[in-house]
């Protein structure tokens, strides 16, 4: 990927890295395990950005 891209699309890029983790475990713990998986998670090869 090119090196020099716009601001815009590196915040937006950011905000996808960030948004991309697992679900803590407080959150697991607090719901009893019933929140495992996160429904919005994105493996970097399957399922690609429209960025």
């Known amino acids: 990927m090119a090196t020099h891209k716009p601001h815009a699309r590196k915040l937006r890029l950011m905000r996808a890295t960030k948004s991309n983790r697992r679900v803590p475990a407080w959150v697991m713990m607090r719901t009893n395990r019933s929140f495992l998986r996160h429904p ?8 690609k950005l429209k960025v």
């Open 40 to 47: 919005k998670r994105r493996q970097w090869r399957r399922t």
